[in-house]
């Protein structure tokens, strides 16, 4: 399965992968990898591939609103801001935290990561 999982990741590197969504990625494969489990009802059934099949529907949803006349920019700033606030709550879990602190995080670094743009 790693071995699938890390193809996935190298075919998907010519996509407009955000720094957001890899921050994500990695951070749901640690908790994971710490015995967590993916919480998300869209994502729960890949097990540990969960980090890698969220990289590949975050890039298809982005193709799709794109091809729905949504410019490329917006649609990659809003997945980015999000994962970043669904990295920073991983972050939290993984250390130890509780959900709602999590979930406040995680909307700061949305906050901040849209106003960064």
């Known amino acids: 399965m790693k071995h699938i999982a890390g193809a996935a990741l190298i075919g998907l590197s010519a ?3 955000q720094p957001g969504e890899f921050a994500d990625a990695a951070t ?3 908790v994971l990898a710490d015995g967590g489990v993916e919480l998300n009802p869209v994502l729960s059934w ?4 969960a980090p890698v099949v969220s990289i590949a529907a975050k890039q298809g949803a982005k193709y799709l609103l794109v091809q729905q006349g949504y410019e490329q920019e917006t649609v990659d700033n809003i997945s980015n801001s999000l994962s970043w606030g669904a990295a920073c ?12 602190p999590g979930i406040a995080l995680g909307l700061l670094c949305v ?3 849209w106003e960064a743009v």
């Open 28 to 30: 749901t494969a640690v």
């Open 89 to 100: 709550h991983n972050v939290v879990i993984w250390t130890g935290g509780a959900h709602p």
């Open 15 to 17: 996509c407009s992968i």
């Open 111 to 113: 906050w901040l990561t």
């Open 46 to 49: 890949a097990g540990d591939a």
